[in-house]
């Protein structure tokens, strides 16, 4: 080796890694996805992975020999467009989706362009008495914008791939549809099919014709509609692929006081800059992570952190963007903005998490890929073997054209959308929501669910769990008067102590004559005429108040279960201690039994602290526990997880839960939680129940269960029929029939999921 090509090897081993993330335009299927992998992967210092439910290619790639622009044309000379996509900042602008509207509006004119002119025509060529003088010649006129202009997707793909020497389900469908259009073309003009009076009789006789006078016209129409509906469905399942990102983005503050000059001015949250100090009112959002610099206030950061409490903080404390203020006013010295904010690095691990998820090899395409080339080689040897036997040229095109005809899998176009439509309905009236084909899958794979604690099995919700009283103290006394106290208060403790004490008194609570908010301690005024505290224990210490024996006993075994404990004391006694925390859900512990039963291990994951974490885990039957986690913390455990080999479900509600939920194998979103947990989710709960869970996951692996048998029905009658096809017996009414029947038996077998019941 030369000192140059040694020095070359050597720096181009040390060369920077950079990473860029292409929108790739123009993939039809999955394997669209695989060869433009496999094309930028034997690029030098290239690696890629392309994923086809979000159209997206993330690649890693040698800065010092490889440019993006290298990158756009690799991809461009394989068959498909590229280009970098708009920074995150422009998710959220109307603009940025318009492309995909455009696409799916167009998808939705050629579907209902095909359906109206294909019906007519699948009707006069299957029934007898609707064949007038000259049908055929209507059959044909209608006929032909849906094989050209309906089907041109299909055409178009199956030319990309032919380029590129690859066979998919497109190809299958131009080839079957242009071959029956074609051979149409030609028995109508040059054989006996355009002549006045011709009928397709209804026989299902199997005998050896030269194929002049029959068209398949209603094949080439009936086809193409089929396989556009499943197309257009799928279509918009996947248009949701970057609305995560939306929606995390759109949960923080849009607008912003800044002070500046002693003045407060209204600026959009984008024109803050690191120093900018701004203000933040009671039940406003925080606009950027930054450092309280004068007021105290509780942040409730449940949705960022899942940390149930909410936070108390004061000068010097830190606070994140997109948390709520639920206390007392703040001034904020913003530290981090734009794409360096927590939010936006959350919205960074979701779309990780979605780019890293493997593509879904849709079984339609693994089949086709095999059988599309067989069909081509079958129809090629019939026409060789009837053209060496002499039978002629027409005969010979005749069994040839046949063999493409009935490969042409009308009943798989109805196969996955027809099981997925009856499933989501079905779904949807339990109160389950599927997203696509691609989610069903990893249903039937699962064997661990994770879950998280906050919102999911339990309320998210503070509520008063217990009064423990003195011995010369009653229950009713203590709601009465702390309750009074409290409702006066904005803190989220105090509105679960006064909602807790109305509903257990059942009588509109007194209003105090005078109140006081302590910062970071609790409250104090007079009730009733009583001087009455409530709050930390070192409220009660400042008025020279110490808790007795039995209720500090009490307090230390709230704190040690992971309940808040706050004291409430009056006329210079201390009285009572009251256990707030956030409930667990009545249904959790079924729930979690049921999921069990499937085959599914469960484990706790949360941001709150460890006491918590155990007290809710025992609770409800679940032995693994994960505590003060983090949010990207909760997609290193699912990564964690899954690299022991376990395929992982997770079922989360707020935004700390999105990138985990994304990154799972199956992603579960309670819809009673943040838009951004159900974007990034594959199947949402509408009802905020856990044992919607358990219904989810049996309800997917029944219609992928259902798929499956449809797909085998769908392929099942095409490889039966082609070796009468072959033998050149073929027979149009049987092509038709059996077409028919297959179509058919998928609708009614899918239609068995309506019968779907959730465990009672």
Same mark, same amino acid.
């Given at each position: ?97 318009? +492309? ?43 006929? #032909?914008?849906? /094989? !050209?202009?309906?089907?041109? +997707? ?66 080439? *129409? ?130 990780? *998490?979605?780019?890293?998820?493997? *593509? ?48 042409? +899998?009308? #009943? ?27 989610? %069903?899958?990893?249903?039937?794979? #699962? ?44 803190? +989220? ?17 007194? !209003? ?20 009455? %505290? ?25 704190? #040690?279960?992971?309940? !808040? ?14 256990? /707030? ?69 997770? /079922? ?6 999105? *990138? ?7 992603? %579960? ?16 709960? /509408? ?74």
């Amino acid at each position: 080796m030369s000192a140059h090509t040694a020095a070359h090897t050597a720096a181009t081993a040390h060369a920077p890694k950079a990473e860029v993330e292409l929108a790739v335009g123009g993939m039809t299927c999955a394997s669209c996805a695989a060869r433009i992998e496999k094309k930028l992967n034997r690029m030098d210092g290239v690696t890629a992975a392309v994923n086809y439910a979000t159209e997206k290619a993330h690649v890693t790639y040698d800065g010092a020999a490889v440019s993006v622009q290298d990158l756009i044309a690799t991809v461009e000379k394989t068959g498909y467009t590229a280009h970098e996509p708009a920074p995150p900042a422009r998710a959220t602008d109307e603009e940025a989706d318009v +492309p995909a509207a455009r696409e799916a509006d167009t998808l939705r004119q050629r579907l209902v362009t095909a359906v109206l002119l294909a019906v007519p025509v699948i009707a006069m060529s299957m029934i007898p008495a609707l064949q007038f003088d000259n049908w055929q010649w209507l059959a044909l006129t209608l006929t #032909a914008p849906v /094989v !050209t202009y309906a089907g041109w +997707p299909f055409h178009r793909a199956a030319w990309t791939n032919a380029r590129h020497g690859a066979a998919t389900m497109d190809t299958l469908i131009s080839l079957g549809t242009s071959a029956a259009f074609l051979w149409s073309l030609w028995a109508l003009f040059f054989g006996t099919a355009g002549m006045t009076g011709m009928t397709h009789p209804f026989e299902l006789t199997i005998g050896r014709t030269d194929g002049a006078g029959n068209i398949y016209l209603e094949a080439a *129409a009936g086809v193409t509609a089929f396989i556009l509906a499943g197309r257009y469905f799928e279509s918009r399942s996947k248009r949701k692929a970057g609305a995560a990102l939306r929606a995390l983005l759109e949960l923080g503050a849009k607008e912003v006081t800044v002070l500046r000059d002693g003045r407060e001015v209204t600026v959009d949250t984008a024109d803050l800059r690191v120093g900018d100090r701004f203000l933040v009112r009671p039940g406003e959002k925080i606009a950027t992570d930054g450092t309280v610099v004068e007021g105290s206030s509780a942040v409730d950061a449940s949705m960022l952190t899942g940390e149930s409490v909410p936070v108390e903080v004061g000068v010097g404390d830190t606070v994140t963007g997109a948390t709520l203020n639920a206390g007392g006013r703040l001034v904020v010295e913003a530290t981090r903005v734009g794409a360096d904010t927590q939010l936006a690095r959350m919205a960074k691990l979701v779309e990780d *998490a979605q780019n890293g998820k493997a *593509a879904a090899q849709r079984l339609a395409d693994r089949i086709s890929a095999v059988f599309v080339p067989v069909v081509i080689a079958l129809a090629l040897g019939t026409l060789g073997f009837w053209l060496a036997d002499g039978a002629g040229l027409t005969a010979a095109f005749t069994a040839a054209v046949a063999v493409l005809i009935i490969a042409c +899998p009308c #009943a798989l176009g109805l196969a996955t959308p027809t099981a997925l439509m009856v499933g989501t309905g079905r779904g949807a009236q339990l109160g389950i929501l599927i997203k696509g084909p691609e989610v %069903l899958e990893s249903t039937r794979r #699962a064997d661990t669910i994770v879950l998280d604690k906050t919102g999911t099995v339990t309320t998210g919700r503070m509520t008063l769990q217990a009064v423990r009283t003195a011995p010369d103290t009653t229950e009713s006394d203590v709601l009465r008067l702390a309750g009074a106290l409290e409702h006066a208060s904005e803190h +989220p403790i105090a509105q679960a102590v006064a909602t807790g004490a109305a509903e257990r008194t059942g009588a509109a609570l007194p !209003t105090p004559e005078d109140f006081a908010n302590v910062p970071g301690l609790g409250v104090q005024g007079v009730v009733d005429g009583h001087a009455v %505290l409530v709050g930390r224990e070192q409220l009660l210490a400042e008025w020279e108040i110490r808790l007795p024996a039995d209720l500090a006993a009490r307090k230390a075994e709230a704190e #040690a279960a992971g309940r !808040t404990a706050i004291a409430v004391a009056w006329d210079g006694e201390a009285r009572a201690v009251l256990e /707030v925390a956030d409930a667990v859900k009545d249904t959790s512990a079924e729930a979690i039994t049921r999921l069990r039963r499937l085959g599914l291990r469960p484990i706790l994951l949360t941001g709150d602290n460890r006491a918590v974490a155990e007290s809710v885990a025992a609770e409800v039957g679940i032995d693994e526990v994960y505590a003060e986690v983090m949010p990207q913390d909760k997609v290193d455990v699912v990564k964690r997880l899954q690299a022991e080999g376990r395929s992982v479900a997770m /079922v989360g509600d707020g935004v700390n839960d999105a *990138a985990a939920l994304a990154q799972a194998d199956l992603g %579960l979103a309670m819809g009673t939680g943040t838009d951004a947990a159900i974007e990034a989710g594959d199947l949402t709960l /509408v009802r905020g129940d856990l044992r919607a869970a358990p219904d989810a996951i049996r309800l997917a692996r029944r219609t992928l269960s259902t798929i499956r048998t449809n797909l085998f029905w769908a392929f099942a009658y095409n490889v039966a029929a082609l070796p009468l096809a072959a033998a050149g017996l073929l027979n149009p009414m049987i092509a038709g029939a059996a077409m028919a029947f297959s179509s058919v038996f998928v609708v009614g077998n899918s239609l068995r999921l309506r019968r779907f019941r959730g465990e009672s």
